[in-house]
């Protein structure tokens, strides 16, 4: 294999991947079913169908079909903006004189700024297929909000988006984007809902959080006509729209034959990391592929390194199914110090399941060092990373500069999913050194456990 590989792999429009991947259909031991908060017993579809729309909850349900087609209607809109670039990092392997070879994903080229756009395309196409008018959603970085606000400008819908208010009042230009695309956006907790006027009367100082605007989301969705509510990760269908992510990234790599021996992405939720090594996992599990692969979160909010596997609310107000997840508890609220994203209480049921059975390796950064790795990205890729998307930089720098001391010549890939130019003000305080770092103590991660439901599952 000789060919010389570009700096950037571009595949062309034709070669854009036509099927999502569902990696639950290649895993012999399934996630735990999804379970009713009232009944304690596995979701319907007509239960979900009440919050979300109809075919996300199909394939939100699904574990046996292993590539669902991507409708024409959403491939068109995926066109947008992808294929999104397969970059050799040459600039940042030559500075910091590794042996490996460093690749990453490219998310960040449409407006939104990341990867989230994939999901929101797709579930926005659902909802005007199924016949609805608007959409409620929350937001915490921004960014799910952004790309919602695009999606929706697309397909001529409504959208209400619950801010964060920490977030609102700390990047009031992703809420200005978001209102130039047509979206409503209310910082959370709000007096609009029943749920942000009992948060507020608890703590009327309170910053928010997104299980609280999950909350009034859901509460607004339900109560308008032709509405339902959309979310941005967490769930299995968010993260098979994301596969569309590895598709392309394994479609890419095999055309120069390159196998990656390390796949690392950072977690929120954990769709970007899901999408991304969806079709390389796939081989894992099938025992075709010894690579390794690596969740990268933040210490501020540690749910895989530090959490609970167990049974928990998506939301604070506690009205979402169950999911059996790594969680921290959805009364967890990370400290406002933290700067950049990846906030979110607990993790994808899937993800939670391979890092259980041992498929996926975790670890937790501190964000000045993130930001560290963040800048010496910049500095010769070129390209402005957001600060979530650092956490898989850290990562990736690390595993590389460890090629270099045992001399091995490794493939590392990971996912850039975004750019940072609305994180401005946290560059500023990484800039001006006023940035601090915030690790809950073992006695604020048991405040959060406290608010994991006290069931006969988590017995
Ligand atoms: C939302 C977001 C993430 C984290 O979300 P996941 O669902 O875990 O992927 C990571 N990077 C960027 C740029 C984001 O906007």
Same mark, same amino acid.
């Given at each position: 294999?000789s ?19 569902n ?5 012999k031991?399934?996630p ?14 007509a239960?979900?169908e ?6 996300p909850?199909k ?14 209607g959403?491939?068109?809109f995926?066109?947008?903006y992808?294929?999104?670039p397969?970059?050799?990092a040459y600039y940042? *392997? ?5 042996p490996?070879?460093?690749y ?5 080229t449409?407006t939104?700024?990341?990867h989230?756009l ?11 297929e199924e016949?609805?008018?608007s ?16 999606a ?16 609102? *009042?700390?990047?009031p ?6 209102e ?15 749920s942000?006027?009992?948060?507020l009367?608890n703590d009327?100082?309170?910053?928010g959080?997104?299980?609280?605007a999950?909350? *009034?989301?859901?509460?607004t969705?339900v ?5 339902r509510?959309v979310?941005?990760?967490?769930l299995?269908h ?9 598709? *392309?990234t394994?479609t890419a790599?095999d055309?120069?034959?390159?196998k ?6 950072c ?15 796939g081989e894992?599990?099938?025992?075709k592929?010894?690579?390794?692969f690596i969740a990268?979160?933040?210490?501020s ?9 167990a ?13 059996k997840m790594?969680?921290?508890g959805s009364?967890f609220?990370?400290s406002?110090?933290?700067?950049g994203?990846l906030?979110?209480h607990?993790?994808n ?5 391979l890092?259980r059975d041992g ?14 790795a ?7 890729e070129?390209i402005?990373p957001?600060?979530e998307s ?7 720098i ?10 091995e ?7 850039l999913t ?13 800039n ?9 103590s073992?006695a ?7 608010s ?5 599952q988590?017995?």
């Amino acid at each position: 294999m000789s060919k010389k590989i570009p700096t950037r792999i571009y595949l062309a429009e034709d070669e854009m991947p036509k099927f999502w991947y569902n990696l639950r259909a290649d895993m012999k031991e399934k996630p735990a079913p999804i379970l009713h908060p009232g009944t304690l017993q596995p979701v319907t579809s007509a239960d979900m169908e009440q919050i979300f729309c109809k075919e996300p909850v199909k394939q939100e349900l699904d574990e046996t079909t292993q590539l669902i087609p991507i409708p024409d209607g959403i491939r068109n809109f995926y066109l947008a903006y992808r294929p999104s670039p397969l970059i050799r990092a040459y600039y940042l *392997e030559k500075d910091l004189e590794t042996p490996a070879e460093i690749y990453y994903k490219f998310e960040g080229t449409n407006t939104s700024g990341s990867h989230k756009l994939n999901s929101a395309g797709a579930q926005a196409y659902y909802a005007k297929e199924e016949g609805l008018t608007s959409l409620t959603t929350e937001t915490g970085a921004g960014q799910w909000g952004s790309a919602m606000a695009m999606a929706c400008a697309f397909y001529n819908l409504k959208l209400t988006v619950y801010m964060v208010k920490i977030s609102s *009042e700390q990047k009031p230009y992703r809420k200005a984007l978001m209102e130039a695309y047509g979206a409503s956006v209310i910082p959370s907790p709000s007096n609009t809902t029943e749920s942000g006027k009992k948060i507020l009367e608890n703590d009327p100082n309170t910053g928010g959080s997104l299980g609280c605007a999950i909350s *009034e989301a859901i509460e607004t969705a339900v109560k308008s006509e032709k509405c339902r509510y959309v979310l941005g990760s967490v769930l299995n269908h968010v993260l098979l729209h994301q596969s569309i992510i590895g598709q *392309e990234t394994k479609t890419a790599m095999d055309m120069y034959g390159i196998k990656p021996d390390i796949i690392i992405g950072c977690a929120g939720g954990g769709s970007n990391l899901g999408g991304l090594i969806a079709p390389f996992m796939g081989e894992k599990l099938a025992g075709k592929s010894n690579a390794r692969f690596i969740a990268v979160e933040p210490a501020s909010c540690p749910s895989f390194t530090r959490g609970r596997y167990a049974y928990d609310f998506g939301d604070t107000a506690k009205t979402t199914p169950l999911i059996k997840m790594q969680t921290l508890g959805s009364g967890f609220i990370p400290s406002s110090n933290h700067a950049g994203g990846l906030r979110y209480h607990g993790m994808n049921s899937v993800l939670s399941k391979l890092y259980r059975d041992g498929f996926l390796e975790a670890r937790s950064e501190i964000q000045t060092n993130v930001f560290d790795a963040a800048v010496r990205f910049m500095k010769v890729e070129g390209i402005l990373p957001a600060p979530e998307s650092s956490h898989a930089i850290k990562a990736a720098i690390d595993e590389a500069v460890e090629c270099k001391k045992t001399g091995e010549k490794k493939i590392i890939l990971f996912g850039l999913t975004g750019t940072g130019y609305f994180d401005m003000t946290a560059y500023m305080s990484y800039n001006a050194k006023t940035m601090s770092d915030s690790v809950p103590s073992d006695a604020d991660l048991e405040r959060g456990f406290a608010s994991i439901p006290d069931i006969p599952q988590n017995k």
